[in-house]
């Protein structure tokens, strides 16, 4: 297993939207986090809050290129970000322990905190694909050229792992500086990633490792 630090490369926030970033999601031109009760759009070149929609906003957020998926408790919200409408919900598997959002190969990839799991589930039912199983705390999911990678926090230690989905094999580690913990992971599609901060309020990007 390749190990490593991680190279923080930019901190946005805290934000007055909320004191936690509960998820977190890219979309190609801002980065999306939930905060509890509102999704808020960031310019993650400026660092300014430039959209935000009121909606209930717990855990994980993902983007699917047309619409945002929103864990609110135990369900996950299909919304339209041009217009906030919540189009639609199914069952979130972990029944109200969720944490981590991801959309890849056409579905929804749900973390699991205390359970340790990731599920890949049908977008439209909710139906469970397929389960993988974590050797830590699961609180954020992105995936990033056929790359798995998850957010692991756990007491006083956070980091960023690459996981085999076919093995569950941790294939690489790269560990947060102490007292910086990740509550949502989203990769930008290339060199970086997106860390929710959890009760601190900020967003952080790191560089992905080569």
Aim: charged share 25%.
């Amino acid at each position: 297993m390749k190990q490593s630090k991680a190279e923080i490369l930019r901190e946005y926030g805290p934000f007055p939207a909320g004191s936690r970033v509960n998820g977190i999601t890219y979309d190609g031109e801002h980065v999306w986090f939930a905060s509890g009760d509102k999704l808020s759009a960031l310019d993650p070149t400026t660092g300014e809050v430039v959209d935000s929609i009121d909606v209930a906003s717990h855990a994980g957020t993902a983007f699917d290129g047309r619409y945002l998926f929103q864990i609110a408790e135990d369900r996950i919200q299909k919304i339209d970000p041009k217009t906030g409408e919540v189009l639609s919900m199914i069952p979130a598997p972990g029944n109200g322990g969720d944490s981590g959002l991801a959309w890849a190969e056409g579905t929804l990839w749900v973390g699991q905190y205390q359970a340790r799991k990731i599920h890949q589930i049908d977008p439209e039912t909710g139906t469970i694909l397929r389960t993988i199983e974590s050797s830590r705390f699961v609180t954020g999911v992105t995936w990033v050229d056929g790359e798995l990678w998850h957010a692991s926090w756990d007491g006083e230690e956070s980091d960023v792992r690459r996981v085999d989905p076919e093995t569950e094999k941790i294939l690489e580690r790269v560990t947060m500086p102490a007292g910086f913990f990740v509550s949502g992971l989203e990769s930008d599609g290339g060199d970086q990633f997106f860390c929710g901060g959890g009760n601190s309020g900020k967003i952080r990007a790191i560089r992905r490792p080569k």
